[in-house]
């Protein structure tokens, strides 16, 4: 979320702004997955999904790998390719 003096936005929502509004953020995911896993290969896809009766709203993500070219199913680990490329980890491996 970004929040400037009269405007606030989610910049994961581009095309769908008019169906955010700023207590979607409470149920969102990604601020806890970019602070647990800070890969730069993984991109965040989100969505509002309607609740019953259009109570109950949420932010709906998908997280998709840009180097496997795959979805990420546990977004807090990540791929599991990305990390094993890492040469600060190959360094302390050997």
Request: charged fraction near 20%; proline fraction near 4%; charge should be neutral.
């Amino acid at each position: 979320m970004h929040r400037g003096r009269e405007h606030q936005e989610c910049r994961l929502l581009y095309e769908s702004q008019s169906d955010w509004n700023v207590n979607l953020c409470k149920t969102c995911q990604v601020p806890r997955w970019q602070q647990c896993n800070s890969c730069e290969n993984l991109e965040y896809r989100a969505r509002v999904t309607p609740g019953v009766f259009g109570f109950w709203r949420r932010m709906s993500m998908t997280v998709w790998c840009k180097n496997v070219q795959s979805e990420v199913t546990e977004p807090e680990i990540g791929c599991g390719n990305c990390h094993q490329q890492n040469p600060v980890l190959e360094y302390l491996t050997q």
